[in-house]
């Protein structure tokens, strides 16, 4: 028997919000926070079809009524990419497996336990977030079963109806997180690797991109050479949860690992004060505001403000947790 608190899986109630991309991606907003702040991505080729992430418990029926509306039978899908196991990607894989007969669900290995039993990601994520706001956010999550999981190593190549897709390990955010490279395609799928974008906040330069440093795995050089190998393949597009297509991947990796280190200049800087996590979370929102003026940003500071909140804490934590493991490691 379901838990009470799981959504109601009558998805012919909910109208998907979907955006059609090229090359038969789609990009289905999860009902997370607000719309257009996280995407599920459902990768369409020759009669097969995957997700790449799923949201949370509330995003399944938005997942699931995506399929119908794009006309997917449920048998179809044959894989469900888990990026990495933070609850805003993978809160919702375990029920949205019970709909998809077929399907596999493909893991780091570093995330297969959490996802197999996630007792302890739940007791983490409830420590950030606190246990009232966790439950409003993901509900009660659910196991995916161990036969359903295929973990998956470095450079791990998958078909889906002959198109090649290939996963590569890519620490910095998390230790447990892969992209999905579509070489054919000249797309990467990254999770939260390559950053947040979200379209509000785009500008006449293009797209305005942030990293996302949240707790609790943060390596900022890991996080740079990661941003370095996903560049190798010479990208044309992005697509990241937060929120879907990029283009123009060059100018946004640089902008990118500027920002990282930035983050490390003001995170030792704030280190001595008496309230670091703030004088981090205010140093961090002048940078956000300096680089989007010099992008061309009309936007009114309170605007911002309500887009990047959100990350804007999750960062600062990330960065704080970051600096305790520097001293651990000096003593």
Known sequence: ????????????????????????????????????????????????????????????PHLLAALDELGIQRDAVDYVFLTH?????????GLLIQHLPNARVLIHPRGVPHMVDPSKLVAASQAVYGADEFRRLYGDVLPVPQDRIVTVPDNYRCDLGGRELELIHTPG?????????????????????FGVSYRALDTP?????????????FDPEQAIQSIDRMMSYAPESIYLMHYSRVTGTPRLAALLKLQIQEFV????????????????????MNLWSK??????????????????????ELNAQGLAIWLQRQRKAME
Do not use: C
């Open 85 to 93: 196991v933070h609850m805003d990607h993978a809160g919702g894989a």
């Open 291 to 312: 680089l989007l003026q010099q992008q061309g940003s009309t936007l009114s500071s309170q605007e911002v403000s309500d887009w990047l909140a959100g990350d804007l």
């Open 265 to 284: 200049r003001i995170a030792r800087e704030s280190e001595a004060q008496p309230d670091a996590h703030n004088a981090i979370r205010a140093s961090m």
């Open 205 to 217: 330069q293009g797209p305005f991109i942030v990293p996302t440093t949240s707790p609790s795995q």
């Open 1 to 60: 028997m379901l838990p009470e608190t799981l959504p109601s899986m009558n998805q012919q109630s909910v109208k998907p919000r979907i955006t059609r991309h090229p090359d038969g991606i789609f990009a289905v907003d999860a009902d997370y926070v607000r719309p257009g702040y996280a995407a599920a991505h459902i990768i369409q080729h020759h009669g097969r079809a995957a997700f790449v992430d799923t949201g949370t418990n509330y995003s399944v």
């Open 173 to 193: 955010h998390a230790l447990h997180h892969y992209v999905i490279v579509d070489r054919k395609h000249g797309a990467i799928f990254s999770g939260d690797t």
